[in-house]
DNA sequence: CGCATTTGACCTGCGC
DNA sequence: GCGCAGGTCAAATGCG
């Protein structure tokens, strides 16, 4: 026991006269072990009557004996340790200044490591303090800069709901005149087809015939006799529609519906009816088109942030994995539906097709995604459905929120399918460029309230002189339009030619067109990047591709 | 036990 | 009219 305390304190000597007492203390236990150690154990080094006891002894010694003092205490240390009592006998006591000496010096040890050991605490908290600090600031301006944003987005979101309330109150303005001018868009959209095919392909087309107008008040009847027709009823139909619903469609807007999910949602009447006048034409369903995403996935399923439910899954002709059906079911009654594939050429490359747009309010993680194709979808329909201007419709490249790197308008799918391709590079966007002629407007508002409502994104651009004509021109200046835009890009005519030669339900002719593909650019592009127009008699067939890609689902 | 998934049957549209 | 393929339904099954 006391063989051990004594190593202790020997080992944690320092300096000199330490290590002169590690002799003392040494020499200390090999005179008076057998004495010393039942004393020991009752022995309080921590006692403050020893403390001051003995400081006051050493002081004594050290002035009055000096160092011979050390010499002497070599003997009895046990008996000097139980003298410093008071009240022992002066005999003991001339032993005691050396033991007390050894007995200081272990104090003196035990306050230096506690001091150390306290100064080590202090520097470690301060050390603390101070990374607290820096965190603190940090975090202060973290919530600075997000106070900052947060403030840029909110006038952002003002100015963006500004300028989309200007817009609707210029749609709504702009569709009585349209009304009224209807019949002269009619009249110059035939003339410039007429033209233009004759410039295109001199070759007599009987379609034409049925595009003279009529001069009759039921025109769209008579236009409806013939399926050539369609693609004009249609674009009719979605015009007179788009901007009939405009004020009713706030509503729509603030809820998250919209009519297109409706009418979405009611799969089973894809066809079109067709109206007996334009007062029925709110009745028309809407077209389906989808949005195809492809992206490099290992899991079964990309996040998009909303849930599905799984409620089939088939085999799908021409590719070994099966084609999964998700329904979603974030809202009871959300008419969106997608379909998951693996691509047949590339395992790793999940198609996910979306159909439909949500009915209800999305989560942040879902807005992103829902942009898009609420985007895509809304560039295919817009596109298409404006063709009446007589311009390729899907000419124009919006920057898509969800990073598209490249949209591709399928022809060979049933329904109006964009693909974004999200494997590819972000610049492969860059390989589609507006025509020359093209103004930037933001996409036709109807039916995304997704669009409208998420102020997270701006609208994506729409390069296109179809929206700038519908969005603003009159319907007199569409011609015009349309001759400068041929006489300027020859692309433009190409695709237009393209377009018009599938309205017309002729092949298209590949006068200057490189597309050759007839799976799934039938109504194909020139290879420029610039579409043909959609608007085939059958809406469902409806559909342009101006980027071909291996892996597009290819049913039948 | 409730919910999600699986899977075969059924429906519908389209081409021949 | 028939067959094919895509899409959907709903009972069965699995899982937490």
Redesign the pocket.
């Known amino acids: 026991m006391e063989k051990q305390h004594s190593r202790e304190l020997t080992f944690l000597h320092s300096g000199d006269s330490l290590r002169q007492n590690s002799g003392v203390a040494d020499r200390t236990l090999d005179h008076s072990s057998d004495h010393v150690e039942p004393h020991i154990k009752e022995m309080d080094f921590f006692s403050t009557q020893y403390q001051s006891h003995d400081h006051h002894h050493q002081e004594g010694n050290t002035n009055n004996n000096g160092s011979s003092s050390f010499n002497d205490s070599s003997v009895n240390i046990g008996l000097n340790i139980l003298s410093s009592s008071p009240g022992v006998s002066r005999a003991t006591n001339e032993e005691k200044p050396k033991a007390q000496v050894s007995l200081f010096v272990y104090m003196e040890m035990f306050s230096g490591l506690i001091f150390l050991l306290i100064f080590e605490f202090k520097l470690v908290k301060k050390t603390w303090d101070f990374q607290e600090s820096a965190l603190k600031m940090e975090l202060e301006k973290l919530n600075e800069e997000n106070r900052r944003l947060r403030s840029m987005l909110d006038q952002i979101t003002k100015n963006y709901n500004e300028l989309q309330g200007q817009l609707l109150m210029a749609l709504q303005k702009q569709a009585h005149r349209n009304q009224q001018e209807q019949k002269d868009a009619v009249n110059g959209m035939a003339s410039t087809i007429m033209s233009v095919q004759q410039f295109m392909d001199p070759r007599p087309s009987a379609a034409l015939d049925v595009n003279e107008p009529s001069g009759s008040d039921d025109k769209t009847q008579e236009l409806s006799a013939s399926p050539e027709n369609t693609m004009e009823i249609v674009s009719k139909e979605y015009d007179h529609r788009m901007v009939q619903n405009m004020p009713g469609k706030q509503v729509s807007i603030e809820d998250g519906t919209d009519q297109t999910s409706q009418s979405w949602g009611s ?5 079109i009816d067709q109206p007996k006048n334009e007062d029925q034409v709110p009745e028309v369903p809407f077209r389906k088109a989808r949005v195809s995403v492809r992206a490099r996935s290992e899991a079964p399923l990309i996040s998009d942030g909303c849930q ?11 590719n070994p994995c099966p ?3 998700y329904r979603c ?1 974030m809202a009871v009654g959300c008419p969106v ?1 997608k ?1 998951v594939q693996r691509c047949a050429d590339d395992k790793s490359v999940l198609i996910t097709t979306y159909e439909g747009n949500h009915n209800h309010p999305l989560p942040p993680a879902a807005t992103a995604m829902a942009n898009t194709t609420s985007a895509a979808a809304a560039m295919l329909l817009s596109g298409s459905t404006k063709s009446k201007d007589g311009l390729p419709t899907s000419a124009y490249y919006p920057s898509l929120p969800y990073a598209s790197s490249m949209a591709t308008l399928s022809a060979s799918a ?1 329904f109006p399918t964009i693909t974004l391709d999200l494997t590819q590079g972000p610049n492969a966007v860059q390989l589609l460029r507006p025509p020359p002629s093209a103004a930037s407007f933001p996409l036709p508002l109807h039916g995304y309230p997704q669009l409208l409502g998420n102020p997270m994104f701006g609208p994506p651009k729409l390069s296109t002189a179809s929206s700038a004509m519908q969005l603003g021109q009159r319907p007199a200046s569409m011609v015009e339009t349309v001759t400068a835009a041929i006489a300027s890009d020859p692309n433009f005519t190409a695709a237009l030619a393209a377009a018009i030669s599938t309205i017309m339900g002729a092949p298209p002719r590949n006068q200057g067109n490189s597309s050759n593909n007839n799976d799934e650019n039938n109504n194909s592009s020139n290879g420029m990047g610039v579409p043909a127009l959609p608007g085939s008699p ?1 809406i ?2 409806s559909c342009t591709t101006f980027s071909s890609k291996a892996c597009t689902n290819k ?2």
């Open positions: 799969l089973k009447s894809p066809k599905w439910r799984k409620y089939g899954q088939k085999m799908a002709k021409g084609r999964a059906y079911t539906r379909q049933p059958q469902q067939q049913p039948g």
